[in-house]
């Protein structure tokens, strides 16, 4: 397979995402982000590593966390500028909300939360530490994933109001929220999902799976979840009311010996990208039921990979920092 871009940096690429202007961006464990087609590069986390990255809620530019405590927003033209700092912090999860340019970072058991319109902080405080983070779409509420459930805070009210708790005992490591703020869903130790629906808190329990789920992601106008954790990527569907409840779950081109390591789909179309712990990428259209092989041949391990907003363009990097952009031929 002939890639339209693929470079090697020697260092664990965390993450590998598109901006808003379909712009690629880079972040790596050794600090570094980089714009592959700008052939830029820039210490954002100089002597330290990046832990988290997501794309800024203005659509440019990477907001990377470190195990220096520093939040950092980098961008191709300006290079890094330090949004925040806390010493001693690791900053492993970070989440933003592009409607009301938000930003949100955990410090152990803090929840960070910067309001870039009013240009303000609040701080909101857990009983145990916060292992992820989403908005729902209008930026209203923050929920927060921890232990024995999800913790959900209006994230525009004082630091002081009492949050609400969506409960299921175990620990709950990542979170995901459908596009239609119908439904929220955490990936748990014990590798299985945990759903509730909104509007009554009504509980989804969704198991399974033989590995523990690293990724998931909605896709197709919020109608499919897929998720990581099996031989083939799992995907769920969300096409009625209920959701997923009463429904079976699909595993998309299962392979022997190797895991999917990460997911993701087209935001409006029906196409998934995924890719396996023994580093191959595959494309699949869900309607048509093709597979398309992006990289077929076994390496390093898949750690993080992004589709374009029209599902295009593959951009992915593996655990020994190389990076590749597929592209359709002309």
């Known amino acids: 397979m002939t890639f339209a871009y693929q470079n090697s940096f020697d260092s664990y690429v965390v993450a590998a995402l598109f901006d808003t202007l379909g712009e690629p961006v880079v972040a790596l464990a050794d600090g570094r982000v980089v714009f592959p087609e700008a052939d830029a590069r820039y210490d954002a986390h100089p002597d330290a590593s990046i832990l988290s990255a997501v794309i800024h809620p203005t659509g440019l530019g990477v907001i990377t966390g470190g195990d220096d405590g520093r939040v950092v927003w980098t961008t191709k033209e300006a290079g890094p500028i330090e949004l925040a700092s806390h010493k001693g912090a690791w900053i492993d999860v970070i989440a933003v909300a592009?409607?009301?340019?938000?930003?949100?970072?955990?410090?152990?058991?803090?929840?960070?939360?910067?309001?870039?319109?009013?240009?303000?902080?609040?701080?909101?405080?857990?009983?145990?530490?916060?292992?992820?983070?989403?908005?729902?779409?209008?930026?209203?509420?923050?929920?927060?994933?921890?232990?024995?459930?999800?913790v959900v805070w209006f994230a525009r009210i004082d630091e002081k109001q009492k949050p609400t708790k969506l409960f299921w005992a175990g620990s709950h490591t990542k979170i995901a929220m459908a596009p239609s703020s119908e439904f929220v869903i955490t990936a748990m130790q014990e590798s299985a999902l945990h759903g509730w629906r909104l509007k009554d808190s009504k509980d989804m329990r969704m198991g399974g799976y033989p590995a523990k789920i690293k990724s998931l992601n909605f896709f197709a106008k919020g109608k499919l979840l897929a998720t990581s954790g099996a031989n083939g990527a799992v995907v769920w569907p969300f096409l009625r009311a209920n959701g997923p409840m009463g429904e079976e779950a699909s595993e998309i081109n299962p392979l022997e010996g190797t895991m999917v390591s990460c997911v993701a789909g087209a935001p409006e179309e029906t196409i998934l990208a995924a890719g396996t712990e023994d580093g191959r990428v595959w494309l699949a259209e869900l309607q048509s039921t093709h597979i398309e092989w992006i990289k077929g041949e076994k390496g390093a391990a898949i750690t993080s990979l992004s589709l374009s907003g029209e599902g295009t363009r593959i951009l992915f990097g593996d655990e020994d920092g190389t990076v590749y952009i597929f592209e359709p031929a002309e």
């Open 98 to 150: 592009p409607e009301g340019q938000v930003i949100a970072y955990a410090t152990a058991k803090k929840v960070h939360v910067l309001d870039l319109l009013k240009k303000e902080s609040k701080i909101f405080t857990h009983e145990h530490s916060v292992s992820d983070l989403v908005f729902d779409p209008k930026a209203r509420k923050l929920y927060c994933a921890t232990y024995n459930g999800v």
